[in-house]
């Protein structure tokens, strides 16, 4: 067992531990008063001891809520970084409607093989597109790939929303996540894509995905045909929501 680094301020200056203090003396003093008088201050000691409940069950929110005397609400209602983009994370994870969409645009393109593969530039692969960690011969139901993919799918979309701080609709949101999905969180991240997004130009954005159609140096239909239709649904959530 160890102290906390700060426990000298916390006791000091926490409103939980002041609260508890005073709810550990109420509900000492209806057992002292039916001791010594119950009729002294005309209380039932009851009352003493419903009191008490309350102050304890205070003193549980006032341990995690920031003291006034840190300065950190003021701090925190003053801060404007982030806002757009606190504003669009988990827009896909959060909605029922979006995700499923996401799973059904996103599984098309990536194509389902329960058996361990390999991808054109010579990648172990499984399920939809799945990379990470699959070894020849792991084979997987279709129930477990559509598991994966949804658990890939909020993963791509968090860290697409750490370099993609301007708010976009849904469907472009999508589109996105998709193109990230394929071409991985860190080349998406440093593309001209993102940073055209980023500066409020979203009709450029979807237009540099039909530039991603390579793998391995090589231009595949299969990229083409899947860029294509990441920007004809960029630019249908454009659209929809001028």
Not at 16 to 24: D, G, P, T, Y
Not at 74 to 86: I, L, N, S, W
Not at 111 to 123: Q, S
Request: charged share 20%; proline share 4%.
């Amino acid at each position: 067992m160890k102290l906390i680094a700060d426990w000298k301020s916390t006791l000091t200056q926490s409103w939980s531990v002041r609260l508890l203090i005073f709810a550990a003396v109420l509900s000492v003093l209806p057992v002292f008063i039916a001791l010594v008088s119950p009729g002294l201050l005309g209380i039932d000691p009851l009352i003493f001891a419903g009191i008490a409940a309350l102050v304890n069950l205070i003193a549980i929110p006032a341990r995690v809520i920031v003291q006034p005397s840190s300065g950190l609400w003021a701090a925190f209602r003053r801060d404007t970084k982030g806002a757009m983009r606190r504003r669009t994370v988990g827009m896909i994870a959060g909605g029922g409607i979006a995700m499923t969409s996401a799973i059904g645009f996103i599984g098309q393109w990536e194509g389902l093989r329960t058996e361990a593969y390999r991808d054109v530039v010579g990648i172990w692969t499984v399920c939809y597109g799945e990379t990470k960690g699959v070894q020849p011969g792991d084979s997987y139901s279709k129930a477990e790939c559509d598991d994966m993919l949804a658990r890939e799918i909020v993963a791509y979309e968090a860290a697409l929303d750490r370099c993609l701080t301007h708010p976009v609709p849904v469907g472009m949101k999508i589109a996105l996540v998709s193109w990230t999905y394929n071409v991985g969180a860190g080349a998406a991240c440093s593309s001209t894509l993102v940073r055209k997004a980023n500066a409020g130009d979203l009709t450029g954005a979807c237009n540099e995905l039909p530039r991603w159609n390579r793998a391995g140096g090589r231009v595949w239909a299969g990229l083409v045909n899947r860029r294509g239709a990441e920007r004809a649904m960029c630019h249908q959530a454009l659209k929809e929501a001028a």
